[in-house]
């Protein structure tokens, strides 16, 4: 006989309720957020995970981990965990002068610095200054 699942029951509070809708409604929210608040709402009603699962077209699984996911850790537990990946070839210390020194000198014989006078004066390269340079929006 096969392992009987205890799936757990989801209840709402109405601040929840609120949010998840707003959320399953959302056409600026990514795509995969707004399946997840479909189907907790959708376990909300009481709808067992195969009902879910064919409403929204993911698998039993997938409905199963999401349900899970939200009982035990609330709203945030619909988000995308970071997941592992290759560790920043440069630290903030390095980031942080690099904008200091931006913001805060100019470079000899001109009025502002160009990517590739502050990739030699730093050592990085010239696309990387771009990178900080773009998210700071300098």
Known sequence: MRGVSRKKAVVLEQEQRVQLEGFARSRALPHALVLRAQIVLLAAEGKQNKEIAVASGMSRQTVAKWRERFVSRGLAGLYDECRPGRPRSID????????????QSEPEGATQWSCRGMAQTTGLSKSTVQRVWSAFGL
């Open 92 to 103: 903030d210390k390095r980031i942080a002068e690099m904008v200091n020194r931006t913001l």
